[in-house]
């Protein structure tokens, strides 16, 4: 038995050990998130370019194990961790695997559908873990080939995902034709998680498909722009300027859509970029809604807020705006 085989028998073993000891120790739970980042780091190889193909049974494991926590500690009517505290990254940029776990720990997997609006290649993206790691099958769309090239080509190589791939979709994405994607692609209700991460006219696309139900929708924000109900103008051929850091939509407008469509916020990751909403009608009880004002105040995404705002600064009268975009 190799270095290797030795190392991940004896991490999962000990994480185990740790959950079945204090199955509902917040402690515990932190300490197997970040035991599952660490042993990722670990065994990265570099696959394709600048992403490692993380499809390691190791991580997949884990993080079952880490579902399994959740449940006992809902089943046992225990203290569930706060949103921030379930982040973990193996294939998001900031967190939003962990997140993503933790939600679909306490609502349930479903139909395991997903569509992300602008995955870039669909490696880091917040579909990719739920697909390689937990059997989803999502459609994966970009405007750029290029990305699409290398996601494809990182599929085809995975483990199990060469066998059933998730669609990997090149269109450029407007409020007149996504309904239309998603529609062509096979993909409409019932579907369990929407991601909408357009940089720039996500306020709108998300309108657009709100006939649709999905379970959990994750859209970009920008703290930055504060309390103000805020988004730009909408524009189907908008690219955002390369000297332009990041516009979007702001926490307050996304929210007050997300409650039009019939959807609950229930926070964002720790910098504030993506925030989570939950279908009204599910989990009450347990993904408690809060306000854009509570989120925006937890001390991480002030300090994001701030960095982003003084970067946009400089080129935000260039833009155009909406002032309070109407919901319906």
């Known amino acids: 038995m190799g270095f290797r085989t030795v190392f991940d028998t004896n991490c999962v073993r000990g994480a185990a050990h ?56 809902l089943l ?25 776990l933790y939600l679909f720990a306490v609502l349930g997997h479903g139909d395991r559908l997903a569509a992300e609006i602008c995955a870039g290649d669909g490696i880091e993206c917040c579909s990719a873990n739920l697909v390689v790691n937990h059997a989803w099958h999502a459609l994966l769309v970009d405007g750029d080939p290029a990305n699409l090239d290398r996601g494809r080509a990182f599929y085809a190589q995975s ?11 090149q269109a450029w994405v407007t409020a007149e034709n996504v ?20 940089d720039g006219m996500d306020y709108w696309v998300w309108k657009a498909l709100g006939h649709l139900r999905p379970r959990v929708v994750v859209t970009e924000v920008n703290p930055g722009l504060g309390d103000e109900r805020v988004t730009l103008t909408y524009d189907p051929e908008f690219v955002r300027p390369a000297q332009v850091p990041f516009a979007s939509t702001s926490l307050p407008a996304m929210v007050a ?53 003084a970067a946009l600064e400089p080129h935000r009268a260039a833009l155009r705006w909406t002032v309070n975009p109407p919901v319906a």
């Open 257 to 309: 859509l997300g409650e039009e469509l019939g959807y609950r916020f229930v926070g964002t990751e720790r910098f504030g970029i993506n925030a989570f909403f939950v279908r009204e009608d599910l989990a009450v009880d347990h993904l408690p809604g809060v306000t854009p004002s509570e989120a925006l105040l937890v001390p991480s995404v002030r300090r994001s807020a701030a960095r982003l705002s």
């Open 18 to 73: 740790r959950m079945r000891r204090v199955p509902g120790d917040p402690g515990s739970q932190a300490e197997t998130l970040l035991t599952a980042q660490r042993i990722e780091y670990l065994l990265t190889q570099v696959a394709r370019g600048d992403h490692p193909q993380r499809d390691r049974g190791l991580d997949q494991s884990v993080q079952h194990l880490l579902t399994a926590q959740y449940q006992h500690q």
């Open 159 to 169: 483990r199990q995902q060469w066998y059933d791939p998730p669609v990997l979709q």
């Open 76 to 100: 046992a009517g225990g203290p569930l961790p706060e949103m921030q505290q379930t982040e973990a990254t193996f294939f998001s940029q900031n967190g939003e695997d962990g997140v993503l």
């Open 179 to 198: 309904a239309e994607i998603l529609s062509h692609a096979g993909f409409g209700d019932p579907l369990d998680l929407l991601v909408v991460d357009l």
